[in-house]
């Protein structure tokens, strides 16, 4: 077992279990470990050492790991980005129109397939507590959210264009040419030029 921690511990503490057998660890080696309490379930096939410290976004990492295509989106990208007073109940993500959705109990997800031009545009890398977990920029989850007000509602879209120019970091070019790539252009102008 020392040398399954080993593997943990360079792996960051969290693995999926497919990852941990091609690095050598048994299915048998887990379960022990975890029912000894040496490791906690996260989620379905997902583990990490439990003399860890507690993650600060638990949902965000185990996503992040189950889904390593997946890229945070919608309300929960705001969130990331502190761009609305929602607080998500769900784990938003975007994959690729041609992979299959996930399906997990915990934490709950709600997945969007896009076009490869909508899922490759606009995905930054951010840490939590030192996993890489990728999310829209705040210019792409703008578009996004416009594109998708009648899911996330136009409120939270026109408080989320509100936070974003509060912040002073604003870039309404990159918003423009992502809205024009996306063909909400025509639809976002109106709202921009009034905040501009």
Known sequence: MARAIEVFRNHGGVMRMADASRAGVSR???????DSGQLEQLARGLYRLADMSPLSEPDLVTVAKKVPRGVIY????????????????????AIPRNN???RFDHPPTRTARL????????????QFDGFAVKV??????????????????IDVVLEALKFYKSQGRTNFDLVLRYAKQLRAEKAMRPY???LA
Not at 136 to 153: A, H, I, P, Q
Request: proline share 5%.
């Open 192 to 194: 921009l030029e009034a």
């Open 115 to 126: 076009s490869e031009l909508a899922y490759g545009i606009g995905i930054e890398t951010h």
């Open 100 to 102: 299959e959705p996930p």
């Open 28 to 34: 048998r080696t887990l379960y022990s470990m975890r």
């Open 74 to 93: 919608l309300i929960s990208a705001l969130a990331v980005h502190e761009m609305t007073t929602q607080i998500p109940h769900e784990v938003w993500i």
């Open 136 to 153: 829209y920029s705040r210019e792409k989850t703008l578009v996004d959210c416009f594109r998708k007000r009648n899911d996330v509602g």
